[in-house]
């Protein structure tokens, strides 16, 4: 995280995935023992192009109720609780913004071949908010640098440091939109018996040099065959 010091202040709540910022706030409050743990659930959709390739990935990723009602703290808005995508633009801005850093936890392998820097920037993001869930929702798209036209694409979706924990949602986690009618996705979620409740749970668990390149151990992996 950058040492300005202009970070450091009123703005940093909103700072999503500015992870160093978001300890520093806790420790500050007198919680230094609690892990500022996040969780996403999230859902994809892969964007087919008429020629039967893959011009991007447009994610949905819904925050845990705790780290949504930090993320929005102080933010103003016309009805108290309620929250337009026009009130939230900022924040969504700041998100996406904040996620280059961290290659948006999203990468790609074209039949067996990881791609770096396969992405462009996103584009066509916002954030909806529930009321009646208390849940912020983080919408992008992110699209590929060149269309991918491959009988194997494998994506994964992982934080390596394992701050943030991500999962799939339990129903129709991925969908392929405008796909050929032959392809076909299947989703591979980490084995809870590599990551145990025990540690999943422990607030001395903290994000350290010791965690990264850990959180590869647990990516969650949408594999698409096309013939």
Not at 19 to 43: C, K, Q, Y
Not at 129 to 151: I, S
Request: include cysteine; proline fraction near 7%.
């Amino acid at each position: 995280m950058p040492g300005d010091a202009r970070v450091r202040g009123p703005m940093l709540y909103r700072f999503i995935f500015l992870i160093a910022g978001l300890a520093g706030f806790l420790a500050a409050a007198g919680r230094a023992e609690a892990h500022p743990h996040v969780w996403v659930t999230m859902t994809e959709e892969l964007v087919y192009a008429p020629d039967g390739s893959v011009t991007g990935v447009r994610h949905a990723w819904v925050f845990d109720d705790m780290y949504s009602a930090f993320a929005i703290q102080g933010l103003d808005s016309k009805n108290p609780g309620v929250f337009t995508r026009a009130e939230l633009e900022p924040l969504a801005q700041v998100n996406v913004e904040s996620l280059k850093e961290y290659a948006y936890f999203t990468y790609a392998k074209v039949d067996g071949k990881r791609q770096k820097d396969a992405f462009l920037d996103p584009v066509d993001y916002f954030l909806d908010y529930d009321p009646k869930q208390a849940l912020l929702t983080l919408h992008f798209t992110l699209p590929f640098k060149a269309p991918v036209k491959a009988k194997a694409l494998e994506l994964e979706v992982y934080d390596p440091e394992f701050f943030i924990d991500f999962g799939f949602a339990d129903k129709d986690p991925v969908r392929l939109v405008s796909a050929p009618a032959a392809c076909q996705a299947a989703v591979e979620k980490p084995r809870d018996d590599n990551f145990p409740a025990t540690l999943r749970l422990n607030k001395a668990f903290a994000t350290s040099e010791a965690n990264i390149g850990m959180g590869a151990s647990f990516a969650n992996r949408i594999w698409v065959k096309c013939p």
